[in-house]
């Protein structure tokens, strides 16, 4: 069955960095879109990133790019975010969803249980 | 960026009763409109994708409806289960092309 497991949150100070993964197992990892997606305590889902199946393609929310990083190693069936300057308004819930895309449309269809990031000093 | 603006942000509703949220886009968005559903403390769960294709093991009771611009949820009767919060989600397999979600619908129990 497909799983994702995400790792790597935790209470962190103010502008450090942080590198999350995500462990997958269950389907053949490199044939899928893999995704990011954040929510903040009591708010909504928000969508942070994407890469492609094979890395050439990536793509970030406006609110985040320059600061987070997203990879993949297909090798280790890994995905990974780097996130750097963490500030207090990124203190959420991350969590890492397979993205099935059909006809040009995807949809996140596997998702982790979340791992949480708590910025503060 | 395209943007995408649900409502009500919020309704209060019985068992059985039929439940409508709509989720609008800034400008054209064709197919890639997808549902989800998220219930406190668990990840979201994808309902609908590609506008009305129902996913795997997802109750009758959901559809899905639109184009262009306007889209709907529909469940045609409420049941305990059903109560959470619901997302719409652009997301459209090209270059460049944030996938972005509505604010969030939340189904209280009236």
């Known amino acids: 069955q497909v799983q994702l497991v995400e790792s790597g949150g935790g209470l962190v100070k103010p502008g450090g960095p942080l590198r999350l993964s995500c462990a997958a197992s269950?389907?053949?990892?490199?044939?899928?879109?893999m995704s990011w997606i954040r929510q903040a305590p009591g708010k909504g889902l928000e969508w942070l990133s994407y890469i492609s199946s094979g890395s050439a393609n990536s793509n970030y929310a406006d609110s985040v790019k320059g600061r987070f990083t997203i990879s993949r190693d297909n090798a280790k069936n890994s995905l990974y975010l780097q996130v750097d300057s963490l500030r207090a308004e990124d203190t959420a819930v991350y969590y890492c969803?397979?993205?099935?895309?059909?006809?040009?449309?995807?949809?996140?269809?596997?998702w982790g249980q979340g791992t949480l990031v708590t910025v503060s000093s | 960026d395209i943007r995408m603006t649900q409502s009500p942000s919020s309704l209060s509703a019985s068992v059985g009763d039929r439940v409508s949220i709509t989720c609008r886009a800034s400008?054209?968005?064709?197919?890639?409109l997808n549902w989800y559903q998220q219930k406190p403390g668990k990840a979201p769960k994808l309902l609908i994708f590609a506008v009305s294709s129902l996913q795997s093991g997802v109750p009758i009771r959901f559809s899905g409806s639109g184009s262009e611009t306007d889209f709907t949820l529909t469940i045609s009767s409420l049941q305990p289960e059903d109560f959470a919060t619901y997302y719409c989600q652009y997301c459209q397999q090209t270059y460049r092309t944030p996938w972005t979600f509505g604010q969030g619908t939340k189904v209280e129990i009236k």
């Open positions: 269950g389907f053949t990892f490199s044939d899928f879109y």
């Open positions: 400008q054209n968005i064709n197919k890639c």
């Open positions: 969803a397979r993205a099935f895309c059909a006809d040009y449309v995807c949809g996140l269809d596997y």
